[in-house]
């Protein structure tokens, strides 16, 4: 028996993780109290008391690894999931009384099951929105939480997922990984058994093939047979018998799967195989079907090892924030914390090796991160004092000491991660359409074979039974539920790696087929690091006076040339009842006099006289004003990224360009001039720039949005796709298909090319798909091709998919 394996001191009892010094959380076992190091393990653990288990923690012979471990075997009942300690980390609260939680659905093997968990759950009393993944095995859940009439549990929810053949489990990118490994092993095995057993019915085969009339006694033939079978059994049994499982279940659920018809052509095969083996009448296809076993689950197991290869990107992410971090105390000492005990403001120690935890800035010290999961730049990128680092980033050189702006949620990386799983739940038009096909495909299918088995049974019974067979397996339509997902897929992967985050479903494809770009300019084409350039003032008011008035009603607001004003003040006076315009300007009032800074037509209202000319030619369309006077007007100067005219020079070949920018029509004439784009527009509200783009869109164009400022989410939103800068505002990059991990738009004109790549190869597979069924299926018919055959041909088909899709990746 091994050694009974109990917690040190100082460790949670319960998973043998370090308690931190101000729990509060313990719990009596086995006769002693027990310390705990947060509420999760304290609900679980009470769980575990409360059902009479208490003799997991005298047997365990090893702590678990991860928390999520920490649940025994023994324990199966799901109630435990019902524990709001327990969801805390994977349940999300969505209004008052809806929860969110994303989990892992494991014995998903195709389109048809993700299609099949959708419609179930979604039948649930209490689920209000269920969007699955196939690409990444990941179903997002919404119910309302409770037990009463209309309402749903999570343990209610994972058992109607197991009623029908398959498992789900909180996601975490560990127990993803896990997941896959495991599926990885299983379908090794099964096709290993298949492979074995084919070669060996295939030696007992080959003498009948031989052998002439008369060659080989009627003795011999009979224990040839009986041998296949014994080998045949296995491989049936074993490597086949997903197949069936899936075929029973999608009858049950009364859907046509794709699995009904392999199934029907195994069975089938067998079974009058074994009728022939024991009457010693007929023939029999032991070897045509361990070959076929054979073939078709090695082409799926190399569509699944190419699927998780493609989707192995996604959950890196997830595992590039390490669980503990060095806290250091205002006395200087280091405390070892959970990365989710940190705050906005915490001081944090980053030795060399070691990934950054939080988003913030460097306060000591020199060194070179790794930020290639961001950039995708493989050099180490210099930081030193005053600098800002992101999460995830990893410390190439010496010791820094940073302090925390951003934690948990609230970093960039969290933000791009909720990006992805948004991106999983969305289901491209084309991808649907696919599915409906391959649904309705796999009806027609069974009633052709059925009818060509009676047909052929009426002029040669003996060939009958193969012909149905080979018609059921030649045109199963795994290829043409294939060809779309896994090359979204690899597609989001290779567009992930130029440094572009798909965000929604339908972006590559649409991106593929934009003719016309909308750049905005500040902070787009323009780096967003706006400069005061100049204050051109009016009588009676000092410049120190003028940029405070403006410092006081910028301060309540986000936009470059806020920050700009505020940095070239070092006292900004209070003011009250502050008022935005977005795109338009502020109001407010300072010392009791009311003050407005913006634009000239939206101040004007308040000075109540028409601009000076000595203000009006000075502006880039910022002014200030009080209630009956013109106060002053500010220039600003904000350079054009380096990157920009190449880039745009680059995406000229795939379509028109514009310019739609707030800004004055001097500041976006120079940026059109040095990008050679004859269509910029200035002094555009956001209105304006959403009726310039409808405009275009009216006019026959797929139009392609960039933006980065608040001023730009509406003409995101209006655009067929939208693209956001990743330094941009998060509402900018929530309203976008599309964010540019890199701020930098040179990686626009390969993202094009990928997306119009990946659609080439979409209608590739879907074409080739199609063709082989219009071939095969007629070919079948006429007794043309072999079980043997149609088995190679159903899996060489979807593996020719998958391989195609691969290619986008080069």
């Known amino acids: 028996m091994p050694p009974v394996k109990q917690a040190e001191v100082g460790e949670c009892y319960h998973c043998g993780l370090p308690v931190p010094s101000d729990s509060r959380w313990q719990l009596v076992i086995d006769g002693a109290s027990r310390r705990l190091c947060c509420a999760g393990c304290e609900a679980v653990a009470s769980a575990i008391v409360a059902g009479g288990l208490v003799d997991y923690y005298r047997h365990r012979d090893s702590l ?91 343990s209610g929810i994972l058992a109607a997922v197991a009623a029908i053949g398959y498992r789900a489990w909180p996601y975490d990118p560990q127990r993803s990984e896990e997941v896959a490994g495991r599926e990885r092993k299983t379908a090794l095995w099964r096709v290993l058994v298949a492979g074995l057993g084919m070669m060996q019915v295939m030696m007992y085969a080959y003498p009948a093939y031989i052998a002439g009339d008369g060659d080989l006694s009627p003795w011999a033939a009979s224990l040839m047979r009986w041998a296949s079978l014994l080998l045949t059994v296995p491989v049936v049994g074993y490597s086949a018998a997903p197949f069936f499982q899936r075929a029973w279940r999608d009858l049950r659920m009364r859907r046509m799967g794709m699995d009904i018809p392999v199934a029907l052509g195994i069975g089938s095969a067998f079974l009058a195989s074994l009728w022939a083996t024991i009457s010693g009448r007929g023939e029999v296809y032991f070897d045509s079907v361990t070959m076929f076993v054979f073939f078709l689950l090695g082409a799926r197991y190399l569509e699944m090892l190419a699927r998780q290869r493609a989707v192995r990107g996604a959950e890196v992410l997830g595992r590039l924030v390490p ?24 001081a944090i120690r980053v030795l060399p090796g070691e990934s950054v935890v939080v988003d913030g800035y460097i306060t000591q010290g020199r060194s070179e991160l790794d930020e290639s999961w961001l950039t995708g730049e493989s050099r180490p990128q210099r930081r030193e004092t005053g600098d800002s680092v992101l999460a995830g980033s990893i410390n190439r050189g010496s010791p820094l000491s940073v302090r925390a702006t951003g934690v948990g949620d609230a970093t960039r990386l969290a933000g791009i991660l909720r990006l992805v799983e948004r991106a999983a739940a ?168 009311e003050y407005a800074i913006g634009r000239q037509e939206f101040v004007a209202g308040l000075a109540g006289s028409p601009c000076p000319v000595s203000l009006a030619e000075a502006s880039s369309d910022v002014l200030l004003v009080s209630s009956g006077r013109w106060l002053a007007a500010f220039s600003f100067d904000d350079a054009l990224r380096t990157e920009a005219p190449m880039a745009l020079e680059r995406l000229r070949a795939f379509g028109g360009l514009s310019v739609f920018s707030g800004d004055s029509q001097a500041a976006v004439g120079r940026a059109a001039a040095q990008c ?113 055959g149609a088995g190679v041909g159903m899996g060489a088909s979807s593996l020719l998919v998958v391989l195609n899709a691969l290619r986008i990746a080069r």
């Open 323 to 346: 669980v503990f971090a060095r806290r250091v105390a205002a006395d200087g000492s280091e405390e070892r914390v959970a990365s989710n005990e940190l705050r906005a403001g915490d």
């Open 426 to 593: 969305h289901r491209p038009r084309v991808a649907e359409l696919a599915d409906r096909i391959a649904g309705w495909f796999v009806l027609i299918l069974l009633l052709m074979a059925v009818l060509t088995g009676a047909l052929w049974w009426q002029t040669q019974p003996d060939r009958a039974l193969w012909v149905f067979v080979s018609v059921l397996v030649v045109s199963c339509p795994c290829a043409l539920s294939l060809a779309t997902p896994i090359a979204l897929t690899v597609a989001s992967e290779a567009l992930a790696r130029a440094g572009l985050l798909v965000t929604r479903g339908h972006a590559i494809e649409t991106l593929a087929r934009v003719d016309h770009f909308v750049f905005d300019k500040t902070g787009t084409l323009s780096e967003g690091r706006v400069k005061l350039q100049a204050v051109h003032l009016a009588d009676g008011i000092s410049r120190d006076e003028a940029l405070q008035l403006a410092a006081a009603l910028e301060a309540q607001s986000g936009h470059h040339i806020a920050r700009a004003v505020l940095t070239a003040v070092s006292v900004v006076p209070l003011a009250e009842s502050v008022t935005a315009v977005t795109g338009q300007g502020l109001r407010g009032v300072v010392a009791g006099v």
């Open 64 to 154: 678990p690894e991860s928390p999520r471990e920490a649940i025994p075997e023994s324990l199966a009942s799901l109630t435990l999931f019902d524990n709001p300690g327990f969801q805390q980390g994977f349940v999300r609260p969505i209004g008052d009384d809806e929860r969110e939680a994303d989990l892992i659905l494991e014995g998903v093997t195709c389109a048809a099951c993700v299609w099949l968990n959708e419609r179930h759950l979604a039948r649930l009393p209490g689920v209000t929105a269920v969007h699955a993944n196939f690409a990444t095995r990941r179903a997002r859940i919404r119910w309302r939480e409770g037990s009463g009439e209309g309402q749903a549990q999570l």
């Open 676 to 788: 050679r784009i004859e269509d910029a527009r200035a002094g555009m509200t956001p209105e304006g720039k959403q009726q310039a783009l409808a405009s275009l869109q009216t006019a026959g164009h797929v139009v392609a949005m960039v933006g980065d400022g608040v001023n730009d989410a509406p003409v995101l939103a209006q655009a067929h796709v939208s693209i956001a800068m990743g330094g941009g505002t998060d509402l900018a990059r929530q309203s976008a298909d599309i964010v540019l991990l890199r701020d930098d738009i040179s990686c626009l004109p390969e993202g094009v090319r990928i997306a119009r790549r990946s659609l080439a190869i979409i209608r590739q597979n879907l074409v080739w798909a199609a063709a082989y069924n219009l071939l095969a299926i007629p070919a079948a018919m006429m007794g043309w091709v072999s079980p043997l």
